[in-house]
């Protein structure tokens, strides 16, 4: 059974930073694609940065060169690190996880191909 959990989110002023984990059991890296997603207020959940099945990684080009996902070695956790925060970065932040014969690869940024979610951890970035 696929369990994901956040933490580390957080109330930050804008250019601070923050890393968020996700603890998750029951996937293997090399068979699932891993991601953060984030929705705020009012807005659709939008895909931030993606893990594939085959180790690459890729960001939505509002998060390019300030986020960057990762993995520990164990494979039990993935981080977002977060810098150079913005205050439209504010939103709760997901974990999702989606087998990867579910999943087409250009497809990867969007939400409905994700079957497996956590409770979500929320940012909150003052200007």
């Known amino acids: 059974q696929v369990q994901l959990v956040e933490s580390g989110g957080g109330s930050v002023q804008a250019g601070g930073s923050l890393r968020l984990s996700c603890a998750a059991s029951?996937?293997?890296?090399?068979?699932?694609?891993m991601g953060w997603f984030r929705q705020a207020p009012g807005k659709k959940r939008e895909g931030v940065a993606i893990?594939?099945?085959?180790?690459?990684?890729s960001h939505a080009d509002s998060v390019k060169g300030r986020f960057t996902i990762s993995q520990d070695n164990a494979e039990t956790t993935l981080y977002l690190q977060m810098d150079s925060l913005k205050p439209e970065d504010t939103a709760m932040y997901y974990c999702?996880?989606?087998?990867?014969?579910?999943?087409?690869?250009?497809?990867?940024?969007?939400?409905?191909?994700?079957?497996?979610w956590g409770q979500g951890t929320q940012v909150t970035v003052s200007s």
């Open positions: 029951g996937v293997s890296y090399s068979t699932y694609y």
């Open positions: 999702a996880a989606a087998g990867w014969g579910d999943m087409d690869y250009v497809r990867r940024f969007e939400p409905n191909k994700y079957k497996y």
């Open positions: 893990l594939d099945a085959g180790g690459g990684t």
